[in-house]
């Protein structure tokens, strides 16, 4: 299928890599179908990834792997919400978290309060809100981002 999209325009996207988030995600409850974007070619893990919107081109969210800014991450949520997904385990579900980038790069957030899951098996993901009292919806990663930068040795 041929979908147009905010950052890479024009792509083609196999039906295997379709998304399906039955609610949405919080202030996009509508859009329902996404793919995952890659700033490589190879799509292999870089630090950030696109959440794409297949219905709507210009919604395209940068997300990360929680584990490059909070090794501990471990958000606590409501059980009940991820029995959408499918049979969830360690080699099939997958986390990420939103990222803001603002125009001053210092003052760089990650949405710790509200993770995707996704079950890679099913192709079915949906935004939960942790329960844990110290995950706020700003944590501010740029620190964590310099330091990732320099172990792999860029500048």
């Known amino acids: 299928m041929l979908v147009k999209t905010k950052h890479f325009g024009e792509i083609e996207l196999a039906e295997d890599k379709v998304l399906t988030f039955e609610n949405g995600i919080l202030g996009f409850e509508n859009q329902k179908h996404y793919t995952i974007l890659y700033n490589n070619e190879n799509e292999t893990r870089s630090s950030i990834s696109w959440l794409q919107s297949l ?3 210009t919604l395209a969210l940068p997300i990360i792997h929680p584990d490059l800014v909070k090794e501990d991450y471990n958000p606590i949520v409501n059980e ?3 029995q959408s997904l499918g049979n969830l385990n360690e080699e099939n579900q997958v986390v990420f978290v939103t990222l803001t980038v603002p125009s001053d790069l ?3 957030t ?5 993770p995707l899951v996704i079950n890679a098996d099913t192709k079915k993901g949906c935004q939960l809100i942790a329960e844990n009292s110290d995950y706020p919806v700003k944590f501010a990663v740029y620190e964590q981002f310099q330091k990732l930068k320099e172990t792999k040795g860029e500048q």
């Open 106 to 108: 210092t003052k760089m």
């Open 55 to 57: 219905e709507e081109p």
């Open 80 to 82: 009940d919400a991820l």
């Open 110 to 114: 990650v949405n710790l309060k509200a």
